[in-house]
């Protein structure tokens, strides 16, 4: 796989080499070819042929075939509080995350956070309650400025998700996940397309968490990725943009090999039981 840039000459930043290209992104217009192989083929489907686990066929009906798809300010909550865990600590079946994440009832409703006198405190409770207590300070302030931004708006937040359920649009994706990432703290471009992607409610939009870029850099990605860079919108696109034109050569959803990859680093351990994203 590899990418071919025709790069425009810009009055003030003239002929650019391929590193300079990258950083003019977003200030340069440019023609952008992505190049794919037979065998950048046959790798997308070897990996989802190997991971055809209860991982990925919960995501198959969930996000492709938009099976059982729920928006209520219950799910909201617990997405939102699975994006802030996830951010920076493991998140496998097995992990402290997982478990909690599998909890039911689930310990925060909006039952208990509209009966709360202090949410930021409630939220840092019941993590440490269950052992959480990595990043806890910072997980309890952003989800309670997120919750806060939403309360206000008086979960216009759900009728916003709600139109992407029926939607088979690439850029109303980009367009929304673009617009959490801005709008709620702790999150950015990668958790914000974790959050839709856990709603059941995007197929091209994913994660580039680091096991996605671990496998696309083993792949031989035209770029060498790392989170830093992901920071970016711009680039966020950029690298989105690529692996969507693989799939789509590859005849297959991002969101599948999303869940494919993802899955491939937990040694067979996903079950119909501790499936949670």
Not at 237 to 259: M, N, R, T, W
């Amino acid at each position: 796989m590899f990418v071919q840039l025709e790069y425009i000459r810009h009055k003030r930043y003239g002929y650019g080499g391929y590193t300079n290209v990258m950083r003019q992104l977003k200030k340069t217009t440019m023609k952008i070819n992505w190049n794919i192989s037979q065998t950048d083929i046959e790798m997308v489907k070897k990996v989802i042929a190997n991971n055809k686990n209860p991982f990925l066929q919960a995501r198959q009906l969930r996000n492709v075939e938009k099976q059982n798809v729920i928006i209520d300010k219950d799910k909201i909550i617990r997405e939102m509080i699975m994006c802030l865990l996830t951010s920076q600590q493991r998140s496998g079946p097995n992990s402290s995350v997982g478990q909690f994440l599998k909890l039911d009832p689930f310990p925060i409703t909006v039952e208990k956070l509209t009966t709360t006198d202090n949410v930021e405190d409630f939220i840092k409770a019941t993590l440490q309650q269950h052992g959480l207590n990595r990043f806890v300070n910072n997980v309890s302030s952003f989800f309670d400025s997120n919750y806060r931004k939403i309360e206000e708006k008086n979960w216009t937040l759900i009728s916003e998700l709600e139109e992407l359920i029926n939607a088979d649009s690439k850029n109303k994706e980009r367009t929304i996940a673009d617009k959490l990432a801005n709008d709620f703290k702790g999150f950015g471009p990668k958790q914000s397309r974790n959050f839709l992607q856990a709603l059941g409610l995007t197929k091209y939009e994913i994660p580039i968490d680091s096991r996605i870029t671990t496998w696309l850099n083993d792949f031989g990605f035209p770029l060498k990725l790392t989170a830093s860079s992901l920071g970016d919108n711009g680039y966020y696109h950029f690298v989105s943009d690529g692996i969507q034109e693989l799939c789509e050569k590859a005849g297959v959803y991002p969101c599948i090999l999303d869940a494919a990859i993802f899955s491939s680093f937990d040694n067979n351990q996903w079950t119909d039981e501790n499936t949670i994203f």
